[in-house]
């Protein structure tokens, strides 16, 4: 076995991999990860690329370009045209990137005025309330959602890191919600309650063609608490002092992007009652951007037959 395998199964150690991504001081790293992978001097993004791959296998042969001016730049990078196919069924809601099915479900009441919750992890619920804000107009989105799914798709640091649009919608409202910046991997997941409550992330308020709400929840991580969408002029990172509330007003296609991260991370995505899961979907189950991730779980209209006429 050569070095950069033994490496990573070390790495892949529970409790190491815990102490090394999480007893660390996560927002001065997640600020130092920052600022380094944004040098544009070939030896520093050399050196960072060697580490990098160490750890992870890096594909890139999907990528616009191979060659890069910084690390920050081969995070963040393009697909070349018709890497990726979007189901074109105006119906189903596709995975708005690549990434690794973490959990899905019903989003149920939890009763006795808990409210709507959902799972992190098995055993680890958290209210829905609490991720979308914890203010009554989260309160009231999150109850709006019940009877609906979600699917928490997490990106590995070597995944494409752009979003896109599940569906044809329009971005109507943007809420920011600084937080800490816990690794969202498996391990930190099973031993850290509420984690994407904790950590910064965006809500993403979508109007989906039939009216109903379709939310989008990007949540950054440790080394990677910068988002960018292309809706709004100003990076949300834990530098940002701007207001949390932030209205939009902007058109998607489906399949079209809508922002990035800017290095890997989670997106939460929470569907209004109506959808179900999409056979083969199951957690840990790799998806690309565009397969189907929630399909109709009521005949459409076009699949119905018409009704007799009168006579």
Not at 176 to 184: E, P
Request: hydrophobic fraction near 40%; charged fraction near 25%; proline fraction near 7%.
């Amino acid at each position: 076995m050569n070095l950069r395998h033994s490496l990573q199964r070390i790495v892949l150690n529970e409790d190491l991999n815990f102490l090394l991504t999480n007893r660390v001081p996560r927002i001065g790293l997640t600020h130092f990860m920052g600022w380094w992978s944004r040098i544009r001097h070939p030896w520093v993004r050399k050196l960072s690329m060697v580490a990098w791959t160490t750890f992870t296998d890096l594909d890139l042969s999907d990528a616009k370009k191979t060659r890069f001016d910084s690390l920050h730049d081969c995070f963040t990078r393009e697909l070349k045209p018709g890497a990726r196919t979007v189901d074109a069924r105006p119906d189903v809601l596709t995975s708005p990137s690549d990434g690794i099915v973490g959990a899905h479900g019903l989003i149920e009441d939890g009763g006795a005025g808990k409210g709507p919750q959902v799972l992190q992890a098995k055993g680890f619920p958290y209210h829905l309330s609490d991720l979308l804000g914890d203010d009554d107009r989260a309160k009231a989105l999150a109850q709006s959602l019940v009877g609906g799914s979600y699917v928490t798709l997490r990106l590995t640091s070597s995944m494409y890191h752009r979003f896109h649009a599940p569906c044809d919608a329009r971005l109507e409202h943007v809420t920011y919600i600084s937080g800490d910046t816990w690794n969202v991997n498996p391990i930190a997941l099973k031993r850290v309650e509420r984690l994407f409550c904790k950590n910064e992330r965006a809500v993403l308020h979508l109007r989906m063609p039939t009216r109903e709400r379709l939310v989008l929840v990007p949540v950054a991580a440790i080394l990677v608490a910068s988002m960018r969408l292309r809706a709004l002029d100003v990076p949300l990172n834990l530098r940002y002092r701007g207001p949390n509330e932030l209205p939009c007003d902007a058109a998607y296609a489906k399949g079209e992007e809508m922002g990035w991260f800017e290095h890997g991370s989670t997106i939460i995505v929470l569907a209004p009652p109506g959808y179900a899961i999409a056979p083969g979907t199951d957690i840990g189950t790799v998806l690309r951007m565009g397969q189907p991730l929630l399909l109709p779980d009521r005949p459409s209209s076009r699949d119905t037959p018409p009704a007799p006429s009168g006579g």
